[in-house]
């Protein structure tokens, strides 16, 4: 059986690599393959460590790059939106939408103000 601590840096490192990487499509076994644990075992440690889900960490991931990268003001919506993972501009407007309340364009421009 894992140690607890050798749990806790296996869900760090799979975070690690989903920030640094955040424009990847994932998978819950690629993950747990990186860190060298099963799909099931993963799955469980990740809710536990984090109190969410993969793919719910993944999108405050995504999220929060692309709102860093609004606030600097410099890169078309589209090319932030294909930095985090969005093939398509229109789904990400939606999802930002979704999770921030207001489009890109009015979250570049509010900080703006």
């Not at 607890?4 to 690599?17: E, F, G, H, Q």
């Not at 995504?62 to 789904?91: C, F, H, T, W």
Request: hydrophobic share 35%.
């Amino acid at each position: 059986m894992r140690e607890p601590k050798m749990d806790i840096d296996a869900i760090k490192k799979a975070i690690s690599y989903m920030e640094t990487y955040p424009e990847r499509r994932y998978t819950i076994p690629e993950l747990a393959q990186i860190v060298g644990t099963s799909t099931t075992r993963f799955v469980l440690l990740f809710k536990e460590y984090t109190g969410t889900t993969v793919f719910a960490h993944l999108l405050t991931i995504r999220m929060k790059k692309a709102i860093r990268d609004l606030e600097q003001g410099r890169k078309p919506v589209s090319r932030i939106a294909n930095e985090v993972s969005y093939r398509n501009v229109s789904s990400f407007i939606r999802a930002f939408k979704k999770y921030t309340g207001v489009t890109p364009q009015e979250w570049r421009n509010n900080y703006k103000s």
